[in-house]
């Protein structure tokens, strides 16, 4: 997998062009999909050849709508590039958006979390993605949420079970984990309802034109859906809320 297809710069976006002409000439009638940053948007030649190639859902590491907080996990690319102009035209090139957001952030906050389900609930995003800010281990995150004292969890391996990207594993200055726990288990279940779904289908279908590329969404979204529901099954009658500092043994 390259975490971002399209790169930096002229030289990358030559190499991806490139790669899709590579693809077309050779008649491979591959349906992909790739990962790459916002600027996928910003060249309809680069989209035109992926959609060509056979590209039906992008993956873009979107995090956050509020520019400070994009400032501070360093996503300075997203805040120069207008979210809605790039979805407009890879949705032109009948590709989907797959939206990935971050939750759980130290400028987070009840309102700050429901207002990014607003956003994409109202927004053209086709597949929700939506993680708990997660510090891993061997991480500059890690390192400065250690020295602040912020970690729930920091006995490994043992600890590693709560590292999955879905559990709060630290303390966020704004919100306790409670809290936290309460908002991002209301905000999953509206995001991810059948209704929800099934609107977003065929929102890709009319933005898209491309039956196969809204089927690519919805079962993307059904698979998301389906590692909610199961996680939440995982995680029943396991304690999730720790003091920071406090280690935790792997539930049996």
């Known amino acids: 997998m390259d975490d971002n297809i399209i790169g930096y710069g002229v030289a990358a976006e ?17 349906s992909w999909f790739c990962q790459a940053s916002v600027n996928f948007g910003s ?10 190639s056979g590209c039906k859902m992008v993956f873009l590491g979107l995090e956050a709508v509020d520019d400070n907080e994009l400032a501070a996990m360093n996503k ?15 949705h032109k ?17 009840e309102k700050t979390i429901i207002g990014k389900a607003d956003y994409i609930l109202h927004n053209p995003v086709d597949v929700i993605q939506v993680t708990t800010l997660t510090p891993l281990p061997g991480t500059e995150l890690f390192q400065q949420m250690k020295k602040d004292g912020q970690l729930l969890y ?11 990207m879905t559990e709060l594993t630290f303390k966020p200055d704004q919100i306790s984990p ?26 890709t279908l009319i933005r898209t034109g491309k039956l196969e590329t809204a089927l690519w969404a919805l ?24 003091s920071p500092g406090r280690s935790a043994q792997p539930s049996r």
């Not at 030559?14 to 591959?30: I, S, T, Y």
């Not at 999953?188 to 609107?199: E, K």
């Not at 979204?221 to 304690?239: D, E, I, Q, T």
């Open 178 to 203: 409670v809290s936290f726990e309460r908002i991002n288990e209301l905000q999953q279940r509206r995001l991810l309802s059948l209704s929800v779904l099934i609107r977003k289908f065929f929102g």
């Open 219 to 242: 079962n993307s979204n059904f698979v998301y859906r389906k590692a909610f529901l199961c996680n939440r099954k995982h995680n029943f009658g396991k304690s999730k809320v720790r």
């Open 43 to 52: 060249n309809p030649e680069v989209l035109k050849w992926a959609a060509k």
């Open 93 to 109: 090139a009948g590709i989907a958006v797959l939206g990935a957001f971050i939750i759980g952030t130290n400028l987070d906050t």
């Open 154 to 164: 920091s006995n490994f391996p043992a600890d590693w079970i709560h590292f999955d």
């Open 14 to 30: 030559k190499r991806a062009l490139e790669l899709f002409h590579g693809m077309v000439e050779r008649g491979l009638k591959k």
């Open 76 to 90: 300075n690319l997203n805040i120069k590039l207008e979210y809605g102009k790039a979805f407009k035209n890879i």
